[in-house]
């Protein structure tokens, strides 16, 4: 899987492809743990590229949708 994530202010764009599943999920969420911050309320997410996502890729994205919504931000999925 590859994961570009770019900032432009308060928006941030992540654009994924390939597979999520449990070999890649450990380095996907290492690599959006910043997206916690809770300066962060923007985020949108380009999956047109994405061609799977298992349980524990879900399970990181509702995490981050959680995060989200307690702190009045969007997650957009693309």
């Known amino acids: 899987m590859n994961t570009t994530i770019t900032r432009n202010g308060e928006q941030i764009l992540?654009?994924?492809?390939?597979?999520?599943?449990?070999?890649?999920v450990q380095d996907f969420e290492k690599q959006i743990v910043e997206l916690?911050?809770?300066a962060v309320l923007n985020i949108e997410m380009d999956c047109s590229d994405f061609t799977y996502i298992s349980s524990s890729g879900l399970r990181i994205l509702l995490t981050l949708q959680k995060s989200m919504i307690a702190r009045k931000g969007t997650l957009v999925l693309l």
């Open 14 to 24: 992540i654009s994924l492809s390939g597979r999520l599943d449990t070999t890649n």
């Open 36 to 38: 916690y911050d809770p």
